[in-house]
């Protein structure tokens, strides 16, 4: 392609902000990803939380850790599921405001690449 070096470098100023687009848009669906793991976990935890909240005292409560069941006491065990369900909202939280984030930017790059094409455009047809 023959161009002007105003057209070169409003092509090479659209190009940056398409690779910065993408880049973006490939950070989206791997925190998206992390968002429905994280989400999985709560609702596993929240399940969790359930079903130990329908244990009176006297029902015994076992943890696996490795091969081995250990027993565990009720109010413990609700407290350490508790303190799971509390972490993982707030990484759903951070997930939340980091895609809203990162879609913001998308868009701004989104805008970008639409000006640019346009001068591009117009300088290609000036010609």
């Given at each position: 392609?023959?161009?002007d070096k105003n057209s070169a470098a409003l092509y090479?100023?659209?190009?940056?902000?398409?690779?910065?687009?993408?880049?973006?848009?490939?950070?989206?669906?791997?925190?998206?990803?992390?968002?429905?793991?994280?989400?999985?976990q709560l609702n596993e935890n929240k399940c969790v939380?359930?079903?130990?909240?329908l244990?009176?005292?006297d029902n015994k409560v076992?943890?696996?850790?490795?091969?081995v069941l250990v027993k565990q006491e009720l109010e413990d065990s609700r407290q350490n599921v508790g303190k799971?369900?509390?972490y993982?909202?707030?990484?759903?939280?951070?997930?939340?405001d980091t895609l809203e984030n990162m879609e913001k930017d998308m868009l701004k790059h989104r805008e970008a690449v639409?000006?640019?094409?346009?001068?591009?455009?117009?300088?290609a047809a000036m010609k």
């Open positions: 392609m023959n161009m090479k100023k659209m190009q940056t902000e398409v690779e910065s687009y993408q880049n973006l848009q490939k950070s989206c669906v791997k925190m998206v990803k992390q968002r429905a793991l994280l989400e999985g939380l359930d079903e130990l909240n244990l009176g005292p076992f943890k696996l850790f490795g091969p799971r369900i509390e993982i909202s707030k990484e759903l939280k951070s997930s939340t639409a000006k640019y094409q346009q001068q591009w455009q117009v300088a």
